[in-house]
């Protein structure tokens, strides 16, 4: 199967245009929509493929079968008849030319078969509801198959995606752009090709704005994404489209037994994935505080990570021992929450001496700097070890909790910042009538 390469064209930066998939899906460019779509001509080439593949009965079956469909007036019935038997158009990609071992080049045809098929949908097909019926039926022929043409077949439903982005923007169909776009990650992560949309997900909130989601399609979007990402070993990614899954979750659908298994994997995640360190957010949804019923010793770990020190994790081992297990780490827990008591030791401070960091990260002194290195490295704080004196000089530190009293500590360094410069400008402006 010969493929070209394809890319993404993105809107400017403040423009309001739908983003795309922009893609030379085969040989050419992309073609615009047939302007006078005619079903008969794909069933004669259906018919004309049956009949030189499998026979001339199977193709007559075939051409009375759409015949009866194609009295009926019927769009969906016309397009499932059309569809049923179109794996011999994918058939087509594997013909082998004679004293040659390579496959033919039919690309180009599978895509015009599809191209007029599009057409005949968007040109027919006038009630919203037929219509996204219609082109779920299109979605689920394509997404049949997850061994065969798997690369092809991604990039029709790609194509598709594009021939409602392409239609006039007064005709455009947000509700099918999302659908299909779901289609397409789902298949995309089922047929192992989700690495060809990874690109594309840099786009995905201008895209959802474009779409006028409703709050359950756009959650069901994120998990479905967040699903993709854990399937690839992307955990990192997984949890931050989970997490904003799990944030549109209101009071009410918060205590459901979906959410509370997508909070319980959010809450497992944060806790295990060495690059999070911000907990306070999590806890506070209200998802995982619905999780205090069924799993309070799981939140009351996430609280020793909230604003805990290492005396209220060892307690806690103690006293839940069973919740350390291959995937909670015990010493991986006390590593991280390490790293986390150092910056609460480090705020609003100039100076640490490494005999202090060494009592509270209880380690010997000898360790205390491979700890330091590793908070450095880890951007929980932000500084220089100073061996001569035996201290670190800190330039910042991580934030563990930002609430309202960090809040009031911000808005009033930036208040004071204002000051300090309309008085350095007043200064300015004297100097500058006297001449100075």
Same mark, same amino acid.
């Given at each position: 199967? &010969?493929?070209?390469?394809? %890319?993404?064209?993105?809107?400017?930066?403040?423009?309001?245009?739908?983003?795309?998939?922009?893609?030379?899906?085969?040989?050419?460019?992309?073609?615009?929509?047939?302007?006078?779509?005619?079903?008969?001509?794909?069933?004669?080439?259906?018919?004309?493929?049956?009949?030189?593949?499998?026979?001339?009965?199977?193709?007559?079956?075939?051409?009375?079968?759409?015949?009866?469909?194609?009295?009926?007036?019927?769009?969906?019935?016309?397009?499932?008849?059309?569809?049923?038997?179109?794996?011999?158009?994918?058939?087509?990609?594997?013909?082998?030319?004679?004293?040659?071992?390579?496959?033919?080049?039919?690309?180009?045809?599978?895509?015009?078969?599809?191209?007029?098929?599009?057409?005949?949908?968007?040109?027919?097909?006038?009630?919203?509801?037929?219509?996204?019926?219609?082109?779920?039926?299109?979605?689920?022929n394509l997404m049949s198959n997850?061994?065969?043409?798997?690369?092809?077949?991604?990039?029709?439903?790609?194509?598709?995606?594009?021939?409602?982005?392409?239609?006039?923007?007064?005709?455009?169909?947000?509700?099918?752009?999302?659908?299909? #776009?779901?289609?397409?990650?789902?298949?995309?992560g089922d047929a192992k090709q989700?690495?060809?949309?990874?690109?594309?997900?840099?786009?995905?909130?201008?895209?959802?704005?474009?779409?006028?989601?409703?709050?359950?399609?756009? %959650?069901?979007?994120?998990?479905?994404?967040?699903?993709?990402? %854990?399937?690839?070993?992307?955990?990192?990614?997984?949890?931050?489209?989970?997490?904003?899954?799990?944030?549109?979750?209101?009071?009410?659908?918060?205590?459901?037994?979906?959410?509370?298994?997508?909070?319980?994997?959010?809450?497992?995640?944060?806790?295990?994935?060495?690059?999070?360190?911000?907990?306070?957010?999590?806890?506070? #949804?209200?998802?995982?505080?619905?999780?205090?019923?069924?799993?309070?010793?799981?939140?009351?770990?996430?609280? *020793?990570?909230?604003?805990?020190?290492?005396?209220?994790?060892?307690?806690?081992?103690?006293?839940?021992?069973? *919740?350390?297990?291959?995937?909670?780490?015990?010493?991986?827990?006390?590593? &991280?929450?390490?790293?986390?008591? #150092?910056?609460?030791?480090?705020?609003?401070?100039?100076?640490?001496?490494?005999?202090?960091?060494?009592?509270?990260?209880?380690?010997?002194?000898?360790?205390?700097?491979?700890?330091?290195?590793?908070?450095?490295?880890?951007?929980? *704080?932000?500084? %220089?070890?100073?061996?001569?004196?035996?201290?670190?000089?800190?330039?910042?530190?991580?934030?563990r909790v930002f609430g309202d009293?960090?809040?009031?500590?911000?808005?009033?360094?930036?208040?004071?910042? *204002?000051?300090?410069?309309?008085? #350095?400008?007043?200064?300015?402006?004297?100097?500058?009538?006297?001449?100075?």
């Open positions: 199967l &010969k493929v070209r390469g394809w %890319r993404l064209s993105s809107p400017p930066r403040y423009s309001t245009a739908t983003p795309r998939f922009v893609m030379v899906v085969f040989k050419g460019s992309p073609a615009a929509l047939e302007q006078d779509p005619h079903q008969q001509r794909l069933a004669k080439q259906l018919f004309d493929l049956i009949k030189a593949k499998q026979g001339e009965a199977k193709a007559q079956a075939f051409d009375a079968t759409f015949k009866t469909a194609d009295a009926t007036g019927d769009w969906y019935t016309i397009v499932e008849c059309l569809l049923a038997p179109v794996q011999v158009v994918f058939n087509e990609l594997d013909v082998v030319v004679d004293g040659d071992n390579k496959p033919k080049d039919k690309t180009e045809e599978v895509r015009n078969f599809f191209m007029v098929l599009y057409s005949v949908i968007v040109f027919n097909v006038k009630d919203d509801a037929e219509l996204k019926r219609t082109v779920l039926l299109v979605c689920s997850k061994e065969q043409h798997t690369e092809a077949r991604l990039k029709l439903l790609m194509m598709l995606y594009n021939t409602f982005e392409d239609d006039a923007s007064a005709n455009k169909k947000p509700a099918i752009l999302h659908e299909v #776009l779901k289609c397409v990650l789902d298949y995309a989700f690495d060809f949309v990874l690109p594309f997900l840099e786009y995905l909130d201008d895209w959802m704005a474009s779409y006028n989601l409703t709050e359950e399609e756009h %959650r069901s979007l994120l998990l479905t994404l967040a699903d993709q990402m %854990r399937k690839m070993d992307k955990r990192q990614d997984a949890f931050e489209y989970l997490q904003k899954h799990v944030n549109l979750l209101s009071k009410d659908e918060a205590s459901s037994k979906a959410a509370e298994k997508q909070a319980l994997r959010l809450v497992t995640d944060a806790i295990t994935l060495p690059s999070i360190f911000q907990f306070d957010n999590v806890l506070q #949804l209200p998802a995982v505080q619905a999780l205090k019923k069924s799993n309070a010793p799981l939140i009351q770990l996430l609280e *020793i990570f909230v604003n805990g020190d290492l005396n209220d994790l060892q307690g806690f081992q103690k006293k839940h021992p069973k *919740i350390f297990d291959d995937e909670i780490s015990f010493s991986a827990c006390m590593s &991280k929450l390490r790293l986390l008591v #150092l910056a609460t030791a480090a705020q609003g401070k100039t100076e640490l001496e490494l005999s202090e960091i060494s009592q509270v990260l209880q380690v010997s002194v000898d360790e205390t700097e491979v700890w330091i290195v590793r908070a450095i490295a880890s951007g929980v *704080i932000e500084g %220089r070890i100073d061996q001569v004196r035996k201290l670190v000089t800190i330039q910042s530190a991580f934030q009293d960090q809040w009031k500590s911000l808005d009033d360094r930036i208040s004071d910042w *204002i000051e300090h410069s309309e008085a #350095l400008l007043k200064v300015m402006g004297v100097k500058a009538s006297l001449g100075v």
